[in-house]
């Protein structure tokens, strides 16, 4: 029914475990044991903390993904009708995935999970991936590209998961592994090439690139699952507990409490005398009602028969243990603490360089992705093949300098497309079939070109003024004014 498939279809990708800072810290302190627990905490936080949760789509959604490609044919011919094909097939390739689409959600699994793994498929119209479960998959050997994995068929197992959901290829492997009548080794070989990689043992099975299997790790250099963010999981782990600190001493301070003294009759003659007050508990409390009717719940009201009796409040103390606490995580986070989360003013040169930094630590994933495509598009041409190159990210920064390289470059006749693409945030070849369509449709004759200044009369000039600064060559006091 809709209801199970759709509960199974969420347990592909979300599968939390509730973060307990004793139990994180006891899964990091054996991290190669404890992938699947990490895992589900990593989730848990990022359901649970807003601050993981932008940690997360900041190092995710930074990257442009901007495509740019050299032939590396030996001695190609750039006008033959060989390369022309293979170039139409490349850009053929592409219109049909969505790169900023499938790389970006593949990234944030990475992000968060530490890898995705998934099978590249063709849907006549477009390409994309089918994300396959990750408690279901291991990684089992390296290869050029970058990881292979096996697949656990136990998967299937479970009720409400239909094969008919996966590629076609599942059903052949599925019958590999039961052709025996239930599973054991079949010509399981780890070294097998990543190519020809299809022996069984148990229920689970080598899978190889040829087939689309693919694995997209973020920290390539490990082969443990280790979410990148682990770090930061017990930190992140106790905010409820400074949530509840700081919710208790805010109501603290709006507490005051009035307290009364009730007088002794000091006129008595004799030795002491039980109950010698001036006023009797009945009435005490009769008064002490009426008081209570007529003030805020947020003030507390009390008598004693004692001496030197004051109103006591609450007073917030200056730090604040949730503000603290958030500033910590954030900190941690090795991205710029003030785009997270801050409470005072944004050092304007401390955030170019922190964007800097995170640029340097997020620009190495482009090569996972580089190692994709190189293989991918490549095995579809057929005479000639192409080096990829992603590059680009959201910050304007990025933009201002893409496009300041590519004029640079254009005025000493070097021509760089890609630059050009990087700085608008569109695709080199849609960028060309733009500059196609307008020049076969005469748009430059229908533009109104500006005289330059040095052509312009004094008077044509008058009140113009210098060119504004650029923003990033602004001071702290320029952007004020600003």
Not at 98 to 125: A, C, P
Not at 195 to 219: C, I, P, Y
Not at 382 to 392: A, M, Q, R
Request: glycine content about 6%; proline content about 4%; aromatic content about 12%.
């Amino acid at each position: 029914n809709p209801l199970s498939v759709s509960q199974r279809m969420q347990d592909v990708g979300l599968n939390p475990i509730i973060a307990d800072a004793d139990k994180i810290e006891n899964a990091l302190n054996s991290p190669k044991t404890s992938e699947r627990e990490l895992i589900g905490y990593s989730e848990d936080l990022y359901l649970k903390n807003m601050l993981m949760k932008r940690m997360v789509l900041y190092l995710s959604n930074s990257l442009s993904w901007n495509l740019d490609w050299v032939c590396i044919t030996p001695d190609v011919d750039y006008k033959s009708k060989e390369y022309k094909r293979d170039r139409a097939k490349m850009v053929a390739f592409f219109d049909r995935f969505n790169i900023k689409e499938q790389f970006t959600h593949i990234m944030q699994s990475m992000v968060l999970d530490e890898v995705y793994f998934g099978q590249f498929r063709d849907n006549n119209e477009k390409y994309s991936f089918q994300q396959l479960p990750q408690q279901y998959c291991a990684l089992t050997a390296r290869n050029p590209y970058g990881f292979n994995f096996d697949f656990n068929f136990q998967w299937f197992f479970q009720a409400n998961t239909s094969i008919e959901m996966y590629h076609p290829i599942f059903k052949k492997m599925y019958s590999e592994v039961f052709s025996q009548g239930g599973g054991g080794y079949q010509g399981y070989n780890p070294a097998s090439s990543f190519l020809d990689r299809d022996g069984t043992w148990s229920t689970w099975v080598q899978t190889n690139l040829e087939d689309g299997f693919w694995a997209f790790k973020l920290q390539p250099f490990l082969t443990s699952r280790i979410p990148f963010l682990a770090p930061l999981f017990i930190d992140a782990s106790l905010q409820p507990l400074y949530r509840k600190l700081a919710q208790s001493s805010a109501l603290q301070s709006a507490q005051k409490l009035l307290l009364g003294q009730v007088g002794i009759n000091k006129d008595t003659k004799g030795g002491s005398l039980a109950n010698n007050f001036n006023l009797s508990a009945d009435q005490l409390g009769k008064f002490l009602q009426l008081v209570r009717t007529s003030i805020s719940d947020s003030i507390g009201v009390a008598a004693a028969p004692l001496e030197n009796m004051n109103t006591h409040s609450f007073d917030l103390p200056s730090r604040n243990v949730q503000s603290e606490s958030n500033m910590i995580l954030a900190s941690q986070s090795g991205i710029s603490s003030r785009l997270l989360y801050t409470l005072d003013k944004s050092n304007l040169e401390e955030t170019r360089n922190s964007i800097s930094v995170d640029e340097m630590m997020l620009s190495g994933v482009y090569e996972t992705f580089q190692n994709f495509l190189n293989f991918q598009v490549n095995r579809q041409l057929k005479k000639h093949k192409f080096k990829f190159i992603l590059s680009g990210f959201e910050f304007d920064s990025s933009k201002r300098k893409a496009r300041d390289d590519f004029f640079q470059y254009a005025n000493l006749g070097i021509f760089l497309p890609g630059k050009l693409g990087q700085s608008l945030g569109i695709q080199r070849y849609d960028i060309e079939r733009m500059l196609e369509e307008s020049k076969s449709e005469g748009w430059e004759d229908k533009m109104t070109y500006l005289t330059p200044l040095f052509q312009q009369s004094a008077e044509e000039q008058a009140g113009k003024g210098r060119p504004a600064k650029k923003e990033e060559e602004l001071s702290e006091s320029g952007e004020e004014t600003r």
